[in-house]
């Protein structure tokens, strides 16, 4: 072999245990370790079968949505994203973005790629939205999807959810948000707020390791 065995994997992993307090990833719950080092099984296996069921009922529980297609993707919180633009557009779509900073861009972004027609409605960096210019944006542009950032992590903002869903619906569109900074940190109600889809991560307020993207999605989605 010509490629000699590296002498750093001879050596025993040594991983600090560190405070940490940043927007992700956070401190794992000690019952989190430990699930992690259970045996494997196999994935037609009726006992993983159970687990994974009783995780989508935890996840519905933590959305508070009683949606039959409620999941773990095994992705990061941008896979959450991704999968809904890959999902819910098609080309010539055209999708609303609640844009108050990074989090409008990315998902802009995503959804260009997906062929969609992306229109903006825009506040300032540190700034929310009204029910008013959301249902005034839904009136001019007419949209299949609104996206809204329920915590911008880029400035701390956390948007008003109440009174969106029902806008929405009103505007045969569908209601997505993005919880992957603030899902576990403040209440959120999938169900009673009329939400179409919603998805988070498993490393911010949830205190998991990352890697899991939590998402539900609704009849209509
Ligand atoms: N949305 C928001 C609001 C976020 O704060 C983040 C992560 N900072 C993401 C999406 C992307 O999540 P991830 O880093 O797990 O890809």
Known sequence: MHVPSPVSLQEP???????????????????????????????????????????????RYMFQTENRVTLALSST?????????????????VILIAHNGVWGDRSSDMARRQ????????????????????????????????????????????QNLNGIGDVCKAHDCLFVVDTVASLGGVPFYADQWGVDVVYTGSQKVLSAPPGTAPISLSENA
Not at 35 to 50: D, M, R, T, V
């Open 115 to 158: 062929g969609a027609v992306v229109h903006q409605i825009k506040e300032p960096a540190g700034s929310g939205f009204y029910l008013q210019e959301l249902r005034a944006a839904l009136d001019v542009y007419k949209p299949k999807v609104l996206f809204v950032t329920h915590g911008e992590s880029s400035t701390g903002v956390l």
């Open 77 to 93: 919180g941008h896979g959450g994203m991704e999968c809904v633009m890959a999902n819910l557009l098609e080309r010539d779509d």
């Open 13 to 59: 992993m040594v991983v600090p245990l560190k405070t940490l307090m940043g927007p992700g990833p956070s401190n794992a719950h000690p019952r989190v370790l430990e699930a992690q080092s259970q045996p494997l099984l196999g994935h037609l296996h009726a006992e993983f079968c159970k687990i994974m069921d009783d995780c989508k009922d935890g996840i």
